[in-house]
């Protein structure tokens, strides 16, 4: 069935100084849900259901997109480099615990994160 809305809650924790938005269901080994740009979580929403019984789903929203902290203005429009998007990305997943043994999906920009 699809999804016209989200159905699952967005959990926060702050990287690097900037609170990033993700989701985080099921148990299991991670599956981690990268999206492109400039998209969210959003659309994985209709993904995460059918994976859930096969491990922990896990769709963050990159930083500065969706519901994710922006990076300051100042730092010019190069501020969403992909090292930096890749950094945040990176810690997000080791404070959750999600950077072994894990399945990545990608869309778009998040298929070259992975």
Avoid: C
């Avoid at 099921?26 to 492109?36: E, K, N, T, V």
């Avoid at 979580?41 to 519901?67: C, H, K, T």
């Amino acid at each position: 069935m699809i999804l016209p809305h989200m159905s699952f809650e967005k959990h926060f924790q702050v990287v690097n100084g900037k609170r990033l938005a993700y989701i985080d269901e099921g148990r299991g080994d991670a599956i981690i849900l990268l999206h492109g740009n400039p998209t969210s979580s959003y659309l994985w929403r209709n993904v995460i259901p059918e994976l859930m019984r096969f491990g922990r789903v896990i769709a963050p929203d990159l930083i500065g997109q969706g519901d994710s902290e922006k990076l300051a203005t100042s730092d010019g429009p190069g501020r969403y480099t992909f090292d930096v998007v890749y950094e945040y990305l990176a810690e997000l997943l080791s404070e959750l615990d999600a950077d072994q043994n894990v399945v990545l999906v990608g869309h778009d920009w998040g298929s070259a994160l992975g």
